[in-house]
C-alpha cells in the first residue's frame, strides 16, 4: 500500500511539473490585415495594424448586409519574429452597432515543443 502511494503522489508531482502555460498575447505592429465580407468574399479594406497593434475600418458599401461574416487575413510583418503560418480568421459582425469597426491583433508564440505561434483578433465596439 505504501508504494502505491509513493507512486501515485511521484504521479501526480510529474504531471503538475509538465503542465504547459501559455505565454501571453502581445500587439502585432504593422501586420497586413486584408478584410472581406462572406459568403461572397466582397472586399471590405486592407489595413496596417498600428503600434499597439490595432486596426480599424468603416463599411461604407450600402449592399453589406447588416449582419454577418468578415474573413480577416492575415500577414506576419517579420516571418523570423512571429513565427506562423498566414492566417485567415473570421469574426461575426453587426452594422447596427455602427459602421466603424475597430480590432486589435494580437500573436502568441508557440508553447514548448511546437515552432509555430497564432494571431487572434480581439473587437472593440462599432461605432
Not at 480599424?56 to 480577416?72: E, L, Y
Request: charged share 20%; net charge positive; proline share 7%.
Amino acid at each position: 500500500m505504501h508504494k502505491f502511494k509513493y507512486c501515485l503522489l511521484v504521479a501526480a508531482a510529474i504531471l503538475f511539473a509538465a503542465k504547459v502555460y501559455a505565454a501571453p498575447a502581445e500587439p502585432v505592429p504593422g501586420a497586413q490585415v486584408y478584410i472581406v465580407h462572406e459568403p461572397d468574399d466582397q472586399a471590405i479594406a486592407n489595413c496596417v495594424t498600428d503600434s499597439a497593434g490595432e486596426f480599424h475600418f468603416a463599411v461604407t458599401d450600402k449592399k453589406v448586409p447588416q449582419q454577418g461574416v468578415f474573413k480577416m487575413m492575415v500577414s506576419s510583418p517579420d516571418q523570423n519574429k512571429y513565427k506562423t503560418e498566414p492566417q485567415v480568421i473570421e469574426v461575426s459582425y453587426d452594422l447596427r452597432g455602427g459602421t466603424k469597426f475597430s480590432y486589435v491583433l494580437t500573436w502568441t508564440p508557440p508553447n514548448k515543443g511546437q515552432t509555430k505561434g497564432a494571431f487572434a483578433i480581439s473587437g472593440k465596439s462599432a461605432t
